[in-house]
């Protein structure tokens, strides 16, 4: 029995550690989908957030535009949104601390400043090609750098047409300084608000999130792995005491079983004896009232001897050697035997 507990036990703790292991390791690659999933909506995120400043400033002043606040003309022409907000995502993209670059672009720009690059003119054919997209996302990983391109469409509105529509309805103004961008359909993208965001930001951001999601689930189930080598080994502790109680109680069952058989040779043998001499007696007894007294007395040594045997037959039970026999009787016979054996008391 000891050496397959311990066997169990050791396959126990093993299964334990391998188990544990292995859910450490899933864990961990878990982790890495969710930090490199939370990279692309972080960046996402932050992405929108930037287009739609820029999409209010584009929104506002073409609204002055509309509404005559801001007259068109040669002097206003700055004033117009791609104009205008060529200074905004210049300075935007020059100041801040993330290297974050933002831009409105376009595959025809009048101005080399406002062109559109390779990753850009991607976006813009992904967008003519499908026409019910607004955004477009991705991930860039050149020699130079990686960042998370972003793309949203800005789709010709009648109110462009005022100066990208036939270059002849085009205020004179502008035909004498642009000769091209004209010739605009409603709902064709020509150019696109463009977020280009740098891994590296990202990476800061999220990477400290992903190491301290890490640490705690690692500390959490070494815990757990902790906790559970504990059962197990108060468990094979409270094993090993059942075992020696149980050891004790077997050699305490033992003693008895043998201390039983040991009494009831020894009272047997003087019981024979005296078994003995009372058949001699009764042989040589002419007097029928004391032949009675013998017959009394041997009935009732007869009836200790069965008792000691019933005593050997508790010990032959405690180690599984009984065997019962059938055995015929007379019912009258054993009868009169027990009122013999009151039968003295009863004339008191």
């Given at each position: ?72 003309n ?51 054919e ?65 150019g ?23 640490i705690f ?32 109680l077997?050699?305490?069952s ?95």
């Amino acid at each position: 029995m000891k050496p397959c507990k311990k066997l169990s036990s050791s396959l126990l703790y093993i299964v334990l550690s391998v188990l544990v292991f292995a859910i450490v390791i899933i864990q961990a690659y878990h982790s890495y989908k969710q930090f490199i999933d939370e990279q692309d909506k972080f960046a996402l995120t932050e992405s929108k957030i930037l287009s739609d400043f820029m999409l209010i400033h584009r929104k506002y002043y073409q609204g002055l535009f509309l509404d005559k606040t801001i007259p068109l003309n040669k002097d206003t022409l700055k004033a117009l949104p791609a104009f205008s907000a060529y200074g905004i995502s210049k300075n935007f993209s020059n100041l801040n601390h993330y290297n974050i670059k933002i831009q409105t672009v376009s595959d025809r720009a009048r101005s080399k400043r406002n062109q559109a690059d390779e990753q850009e003119l991607k976006a813009i054919e992904y967008f003519q090609k499908n026409r019910d997209k607004k955004e477009y996302f991705t991930y860039i990983n050149d020699q130079n750098r990686s960042y998370y391109q972003y793309g949203y469409a800005l789709r010709i509105r009648s109110v462009c047409l005022k100066c990208h529509g036939k270059k002849e309805d085009a205020p004179r103004f502008i035909r004498k300084s642009y000769k091209d961008a004209y010739d605009y359909k409603i709902g064709d993208v020509r150019g696109i608000i463009s977020v280009k965001i740098p891994q590296k930001h990202i990476y800061s951001y999220t990477y400290d999130r992903f190491v301290d999601n890490l640490i705690f689930n690692i500390l959490t189930f070494f815990i757990i792995y902790l906790v559970a080598i504990y059962i197990v080994f108060k468990r094979d502790k409270y094993i090993k005491l059942i075992e020696q109680k149980a050891q004790k109680l077997q050699k305490a069952s033992k003693a008895k079983s043998e201390f039983l058989a040991n009494m009831s040779h020894e009272i047997r043998t003087p019981l024979n004896a005296i078994l003995g001499f009372i058949n001699i007696l009764k042989e040589k007894e002419a007097d029928k009232e004391k032949l009675e007294y013998l017959n009394i007395i041997d009935e009732s040594s007869k009836g200790l001897l069965n008792i000691i045997e019933d005593i050997l037959d508790f010990s032959k039970i405690e180690s599984g050697k009984l065997q019962i026999d059938k055995i015929n009787f007379d019912p009258q016979k054993e009868f009169e035997v027990i009122t013999h054996l009151f039968q003295a008391k009863c004339s008191q």
